[in-house]
């Protein structure tokens, strides 16, 4: 494995016509988001030969995780058909979304208390729910937010939530008189 030379990842000078070419059509089809700029294209063209030689993967460099200092409206918007893609599977980094922001877990995943595969199973999805059913804003604060790589829309949940439950009722104590 050779070394990694950071000059690497500076774009390259391409000429204005041979800068390839996006159209809004693809943009909304999910083909070129990631281009919408073209010195975002220069660079996305130079690093991926790279990051496939140095097993770096492309997304950690393309997305990468934000400081915590980043405000939520800073967060780069990544349309949820990319979203989709980052499910873990296949050396692809594991990213899950909790209230419209985006988490790169593939590394937390690891350590996480609840265990490595109950996040796993939400790769590419929308665990909002789920998530605050499980955690408060402390380990939100403390942890979730320095996992930020982006803001998504319309990342499907795969569960329903179950109702909530409103006013008491009881619990099969029938007894009481
Ligand atoms: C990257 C996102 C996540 C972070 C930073 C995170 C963080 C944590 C932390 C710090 C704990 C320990 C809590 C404590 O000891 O009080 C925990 C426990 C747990 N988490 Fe997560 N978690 C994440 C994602 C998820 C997801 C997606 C699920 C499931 C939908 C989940 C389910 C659980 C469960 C079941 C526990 C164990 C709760 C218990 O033992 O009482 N977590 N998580």
Not at 128 to 157: C, K, T, Y
Not at 163 to 177: E, S, Y
Request: hydrophobic share 35%; glycine share 10%; net charge positive.
């Amino acid at each position: 494995m050779g070394k990694l030379r950071l000059s690497a990842f500076r774009p390259r000078h391409i000429p204005q016509d041979e800068k390839p070419e996006i159209t809004i059509k693809q943009i909304e089809e999910g083909k070129g988001q990631r281009a919408e700029h073209a010195e975002h294209v220069e660079l996305v063209e130079t690093i991926e030969p790279v990051a496939q030689h140095s097993k770096i993967q492309l997304d950690s460099i393309v997305y990468p995780i934000l400081p915590k200092r980043t405000a939520a409206k800073d967060l780069p918007f990544i349309p949820s058909t990319e979203v989709a893609k980052r499910d873990g599977k296949g050396g692809s980094r594991l990213w899950i979304v909790v209230d419209s922001i985006v988490l790169d877990a593939t590394e937390y995943q690891k350590k996480h208390p609840g265990g490595r595969q109950i996040i796993a199973g939400f790769g590419g999805r929308n665990c909002s729910w789920q998530w605050w059913s499980f955690h408060g804003g402390g380990i939100w604060d403390s942890i979730a937010a320095g996992l930020r790589v982006g803001r998504a829309e319309g990342v499907s949940n795969p569960y329903e939530r179950p109702p909530a439950i409103v006013g008491l009722r009881t619990h099969g104590f029938q007894d009481w008189d």
